[in-house]
């Protein structure tokens, strides 16, 4: 394949529509565009590592960080990779469809792969606003009704110094 080329489409006809037959790449190098592009196809490139660190860092490198898997025998292991990786969605022994199928994970990308998150709680802060509004009712920074500026730091420095010998500041 030549360095920023694609590999040659082949659709195939399923009952109308048409589909592209997945596609996985070795020997990708990083001058090549489907090294570090998003493709949003079934394509996957296949790159070797020597240990699970290396593995994180190529996972980590590049600008996008939608989807990710890791593959093992043992699971634990691989959930503690899979925390490591900086994608919106890592699945543990399948390539997509369990945490695309988790209605409640919130979904969406890390980095250059888009904002926000869709689905599950954090799903519903897209539609929103948030504004905070509170009231001191109890102690105010600043003095109180009544109360000149002299008056309240001398009321102040009393209290921090019981608070003080109370052992309590």
Known sequence: MEPGSWPAARPRPDLGPYFYEP????????DMACHADETFGPVISVYSFTSE???VDLANAGDYGLNAAVFSRDSKRARQIANRIRCGTV?????????????????????SSGIGRRQGA??????????????QYLLRF????????????AVMT???RLLGRLGRA
């Open 23 to 30: 596609t996985i790449l070795d020997g990708v190098t990083p």
């Open 53 to 55: 660190d290396e593995a």
């Open 91 to 111: 699945n543990v022994n399948e390539a997509f469809s369990a945490t695309f199928a988790s209605l409640d994970a919130p979904m969406g990308g890390m980095r």
């Open 122 to 135: 954090e799903g519903i802060h897209r539609y929103t606003e948030v504004q905070s509004v509170a009231t």
């Open 142 to 153: 600043g003095p109180h009704w009544g109360l000149t500026d002299e008056a309240y730091a």
């Open 158 to 160: 009393a209290a921090v």
